[in-house]
């Protein structure tokens, strides 16, 4: 192995050079600025390629495309076929546009006559968003030519920038020449510099290691506290992670919610009128009494009723005794305990009111009134073998009165769409202030699309957190296809309510 001195005596020669061939570049440096631009001019030639390369793709995408569609234009042939214009993203926003307003018209027509105005507009309205297509396709023509000549023009210039690039790199002059031996020179020191360094160290640490002598500089020390586990951290990013975990489960639970919670939902979604909410209760197997917990709950819950009737009478035309069909988007919704609480409601507040079972495959009034099982029902007089006296039984509250139905033996549809049941339903308008009917839900057959047709109101009940809001849009389209046709929606079971805290404050104002 080589000494140490040696080695350093290399290594100050090789420095003596190094420090030489370094001023010599700088001395060229500054008489000709032109040589450090080398690098650049590479980097520049290397980038305008491939801005060359990606224009001209471009450039000759644009040129096929267009020659495609002058092509099918000539020949009279649709360009709506392309897939240019498939997938463009204007011609889309059209097409949608034009699918909407189609089905608009189609809805118009088969609701009216064919020389109606709403129906002459809505055709309009077609034609024009299909002469605005027109001219977005010639506007988009367009665009494609005057990019495509762009493209052109950016190719043009940088073929230019590029060859006056290379003419600059390809120069090479003799003073050029020594710059870039120099270069090489200083490169080929600078390696020979660091492979001496290494050299010395290593003989630096072979010497050391020869020394007898050991010197302890400190002594070691016992630590006073783990190093792990660092407890306030992880007791922090678990807080950390929970709040996170937390607001982010909430999160995806409301997001993915599709129910029915807020009164806003309900008008903005469905579009009809919202007549209130019945609270959550509960209320023993086969019966319609609920179980409150206390006098305060009693209290809201005949509130919410006598709002909700109070908006029923509202929304009822003038002038006459209104018949109201009351039913649910599927089993399950509490749609015969609201039927019976509102005409229980209705009663006390001194409407002579009779209250219909028209659900003649699952009565939810039967249980609600069990000492008139044996009297005749809704079943016999639609076969004619009763009367409408026969059937229209009085209950033990004053003011109300029933009629029940049992399991039909023949299409129910079609009995209630018959002579006979619009008899009935106008001599109960006569004899009664308000007629209601409890109706099978909407979804499980179509007995309530027909009972439907006999009302003057349809009262559609969904539950509160379970009934989705395509199944309750599904439901109020079967019953009330067209904003003409009247109904309101009833929010079931709800837990949750703005005006809880307006009635509690009330309620412990008057108890104090």
Known sequence: MESKGS??????????KLNAVQ???????KENPEFGNESVIGDQIKFLNAEYIRTDVRALQLRTTLAELESLIRSGASIESHPFFVSHPRVKEKLAAIRTAELAALEQEQEY????????KARGKVKDLKDSLDEEKERIIEELR??????EETVRKIQENLQELQLKEKDLTPRKLSYKE???????????????????AQTSVAASSKQIGIEILSDATVPRMPFSPNKPKNILMALFFAVFSSFGFVFLRCYSDRTFRVDEDIELLLMKPFLGHLPFTRVPQGSMQPNFRNEKESTYFLNFLRLICANIIFLVPEGGNPAIMIT????????????????????????RT????????????SCAFQDLKERPGLHDYLTGKATAEDIISATGQSNLFFIQSKEAPFSVSYALRSDRMKELVHKLKQDFDVVLFDAQPVLATNDAVAMGELVD??????????TTKELAMKALKKIAPSNLVLAGIILNKARHWGSTYRYSHYYDRKKK
């Open 328 to 351: 649910g988007a599927k089993p399950g919704e509490g749609k015969s305990f609201t039927a019976y609480h509102i005409a229980n409601t209705l009663a006390q507040e001194g409407k």
């Open 146 to 151: 005057a990019d495509l000549k762009a493209a």
């Open 354 to 365: 009779i209250l219909v079972d028209v659900d003649f495959c699952r009565s939810g009034l």
């Open 23 to 29: 001023t010599k570049i700088a001395e060229m440096n």
């Open 7 to 16: 080695l350093k005596e290399q290594l100050a020669q090789e420095m003596g």
């Open 182 to 200: 120099l270069l090489s020179e200083e490169t080929s020191i600078s390696e020979t510099i660091r492979l001496l360094n290494t050299k010395v």
């Open 113 to 120: 006559r064919e020389a109606h105005p709403l129906v002459l």
């Open 457 to 466: 109101l349809r009262i559609l009940v969904i539950e509160w957190g379970k």
